[in-house]
């Protein structure tokens, strides 16, 4: 599964943990980096490397939902509805992008360019109503501004930088820079 390269990333990933199981993560992201999603070769070949049980890497990639167990779209949209997102309008974002993608939970679209997840919490309650698209998160998003965003990577096949939240706007402008 792993080319002479990633076997020599993966020896000197053996070097910064001291026991071979505490690889699992980046083992993990590696895997999914390189085909998209983890698949069940993907995770005996994890599981052989880092000395554990298959059914062991399966229990983590099956608990983070930054892993994938089936293939995703190109962009992979989230949507949070967690308790900030909610009062602030998710479940209504989330309904506008699975109308607007024609898509459910964890589906991707027929082209394989979209796909959508509804996620718990990313963290960002300050920001909230947030979608992100891969690792770019966009905070306070209006329905609006999470259409924009979909129609954006449509046209150019790149996703827009968010706008600039001032989290705290009592302080300096270099303060929230």
Not at 47 to 76: E, Q
Not at 92 to 102: D, F, H, Q, T
Request: glycine content about 6%.
């Amino acid at each position: 599964m792993f080319n002479q390269e990633e076997l020599q990333e993966i020896e000197t990933l053996r070097k910064r943990y001291p026991e071979a199981k505490a690889m699992v993560l980046p083992m993990l992201w590696r895997v999914q980096e390189k085909q998209g999603w983890i698949d069940d070769a993907g995770m005996e070949a994890v599981a052989m490397v880092c000395d554990v049980p298959k059914s062991h890497v399966w229990g983590v990639v099956s608990f983070y939902t930054m892993f994938f167990d089936k293939p995703m779209g190109r962009y992979h949209v989230q949507v949070c509805t967690n308790v900030s997102c909610m009062l602030n309008g998710g479940e209504k974002l989330y309904a506008e992008m699975k109308s607007k993608l024609g898509i459910g939970h964890r589906e991707r679209t027929v082209d394989g360019t979209f796909s959508l997840e509804e996620v718990e919490c990313m963290g960002a309650c300050g920001g909230a109503p947030m979608i992100a698209v891969n690792e770019t998160f966009f905070e306070r998003v209006t329905s609006a501004e999470a259409s924009d965003v979909i129609d954006s990577i449509r046209s150019s096949n790149t996703i827009p930088a968010p706008k600039h939240i001032v989290q705290m706007p009592e302080l300096s402008p270099a303060a929230n820079e």
